[in-house]
């Protein structure tokens, strides 16, 4: 009974031993094949992610959208080597990519607001409408340029707030960028009394020597328009986006000592009630 068994163990051991001896013998050319198929694949991939990288660098095209692309070029590669390799092995690639075309499908439409961004974010470091560093203002939101990825863009303001804008809500809108600036715009009223002129070059002066202002743009000083209160001035200026509301304060009260100490007296609304007996 024992001599039974035995013989059956070695039996199947035997038939093991052929099924992979015969395995061998007939696939084991294409198993090499696919493996350096394979790794000449990876190697050509990297190659070609390289020269793409170095291509974009001589052009000084953006970093983001030189290791986007040459990433994806990668991919791609790879992808196309790994089919290759798997029809050297005689398995049919017919209905995995059937397959992953149904699944490519499904996933951009459920992340086809992920995508979009990209798409958008791409197109900002192509075209550049703003560098880091730059201050924009878009759907009412203002703030210097920290730093473009290629689903956001990100801002930072005076307060220290990081604020994170999807691309997607940048491309397409009205966009205005000072740079490293932004505007100041006061008004103020003067008596009919006054002397125009001298309030005009009394804040031109102030202006000029302000450290706080920025002297490559002139400012600009005139009579911006008339009421019952008296002739309004208006001035505007530009500052350093950074530090905007504390330079436009100093600056306001300069101007303020400089007509208190002129004696020019800036009016104030003034209502007269008559009661009648």
Known sequence: MKEDQLAQELE??????????EFLVQYSFRLVGALLIFIIGLWLASKVAKLVTRQFEKHNIDITLSNFVSNLVR???????AIIALGKLGISVTPMIAAIGAASLGAGLAIQGMLSNYAAG???????????????????VTGVV?????GLTVLTNEEGEQISIPNKHIVGEILHNSFANKLVETKFNI?????PEAVIELARKILADSPQVNQDKPAHIGINGFNSIGIE??????????????NKY?????????????????????REVHIER
């Not at 991919?75 to 080597?81: D, G, R, S, W």
């Not at 001035?233 to 986006?241: A, E, F, L, M």
């Not at 300069?254 to 104030?268: N, R, S, W």
């Open 233 to 246: 001035i208006g001035i505007r200026y530009w500052v350093p986006t950074e530090r905007y509301y504390q």
């Open 191 to 195: 008596n009919y009394q006054s002397e």
């Open 250 to 270: 100093q600056t306001n009260l300069a101007i303020y000592k400089a007509l208190h100490a002129a004696g020019i007296e800036i009016p104030c609304p003034v």
């Open 75 to 81: 991919i791609i590669i790879v992808v196309m080597v």
């Open 122 to 140: 791409i197109t900002i470091i192509v075209t550049r409408p703003f560098i880091i560093g730059n201050t924009i203002t878009v759907k009412e």
């Open 12 to 21: 199947q051991l035997q038939n093991v031993y052929t099924l992979i001896t």
């Open 146 to 150: 920290q730093d473009i990825h290629l």
